[in-house]
């Protein structure tokens, strides 16, 4: 896929993420935010500094298609989150707290939808979504996607896995 290539709705743009991407200034705000640690890590996660980020998105970078969430903020694009396509995950954060609850993750997850399509995918998949991430199990049941399996992890926290057939 060109790198430059970018997935959007006019509303939203989802930009490959790229190595030392600028986005990573956001991030760092991002993921010191209560909300998004609660949801993408766990109830007693810690704040992510910059090295951890880096080599998260790295991870993402290499085992999924890592995208930087924009929005249009009068003549610019602004980054307010991540999203990673991989065959058995859908890792979505919109870190800027005032884009959240916006339809944003909607449309979101309707261009990661898309683009499982094109690339052949049989299915979309939330790994795990904490028991607690109630807006989140919205989000991904309202697109379609249905609750297929619950666990627990080692710390006690209830999960539940979702998928969506294409
Ligand atoms: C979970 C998350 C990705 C959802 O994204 P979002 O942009 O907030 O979700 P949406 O705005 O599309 O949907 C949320 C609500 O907004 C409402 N909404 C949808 N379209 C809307 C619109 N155009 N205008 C206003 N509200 C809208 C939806 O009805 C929905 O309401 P509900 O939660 O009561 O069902 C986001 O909140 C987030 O990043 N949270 C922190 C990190 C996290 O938990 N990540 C997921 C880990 S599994």
Redesign the pocket.
């Known amino acids: 896929m060109d790198a430059e290539r970018f997935l959007t709705d006019g509303v939203v743009r989802l930009r490959r993420f790229r190595a030392d991407d600028p986005a990573i200034d956001f991030a760092v705000l991002w993921y010191q935010d209560r909300?998004?640690l609660d949801?993408?890590g766990g109830l007693d996660e810690k704040p992510f500094d910059r090295t951890r980020i880096e080599r998260m998105y790295r991870y993402l970078d290499t085992h999924a298609e890592l995208y930087i969430i924009e929005v249009r903020d009068r003549a610019q694009w602004l980054p307010i989150?991540d999203v990673a396509l991989a065959p058995h995950t859908t890792?979505?954060?919109?870190g800027h707290p005032g884009?959240?609850?916006?339809?944003?993750?909607?449309r979101v997850l309707a261009l990661i939808i898309g683009r499982a399509r094109e690339l052949g995918y049989p299915a979309v998949w939330?790994k795990e979504?904490w028991a607690h991430?109630v807006?989140?199990q919205?989000?991904f049941e309202?697109m379609g996607f249905r609750r297929v399996e619950e666990g627990v992890d080692d710390q006690g926290r209830s999960w539940y896995r979702y998928r969506l057939d294409l």
């Open positions: 909300e998004v949801g993408a989150g890792p979505i954060v919109i884009w959240r609850s916006r339809g944003i993750g909607t939330a979504i991430n807006r989140s919205r989000l309202r």
